[in-house]
């Protein structure tokens, strides 16, 4: 099993992951203002997403991982390290091809959505994706 490290980035490095989905080819860009989680192997970011906050919302984006890394279960670790990471419910736009994916970490369909998110939701579903959500389990395991 390789050897992966998953961490909320510093805002100081935000760069990086830019570079990262620059090279990817992956839509969208970190800000200093979102949470940035990244997967390291050894020295090399192999994958991320970032948290934001819309209006009070806690909203993930892009999910990515690099393509020789697939299949290794990588983004449901890095799922699973951001959802323990929140307080409250993180929503999320999926894409039709990933929505097993989500379901298998705990995310299940948004059947609303809060008006800042619903208006963001228009903008991107011609991209025909759906809303998830993942609320935290407040009762301990």
Same mark, same amino acid.
């Given at each position: ?7 909320? /980035? +510093?805002?100081?490095? =935000? ?62 670790? /890095?799922? =699973? ?13 999926? !894409? ?12 299940? !369909?948004? /059947?609303? /959505? ?7 939701? +228009?903008? !991107?579903? @011609? ?5 998830? @959500? ?8």
């Amino acid at each position: 099993m390789a050897d992966f490290r998953f961490c909320l /980035l +510093e805002p100081i490095k =935000t760069p990086l992951v830019n570079k990262f989905y620059d090279k990817n080819n992956a839509r969208g860009r970190a800000t200093k203002a979102d949470q940035v989680w990244v997967v390291y192997k050894e020295l090399e970011i192999i994958a991320a997403c970032r948290v934001q906050d819309q209006s009070g919302q806690l909203f993930l984006s892009t999910l990515y991982v690099d393509e020789m890394w697939r299949g290794q279960k990588v983004a449901s670790q /890095l799922l =699973t390290a951001v959802a323990d990471a929140q307080k409250g419910t993180v929503f999320t736009f999926v !894409y039709q091809n990933l929505i097993d994916l989500y379901l298998q970490n705990g995310f299940n !369909y948004a /059947l609303t /959505l809060p008006n800042s998110l619903q208006s963001l939701f +228009e903008v !991107y579903a @011609h991209r025909k994706v759906v809303a998830m @959500h993942f609320t935290r389990d407040t009762v301990p395991s």
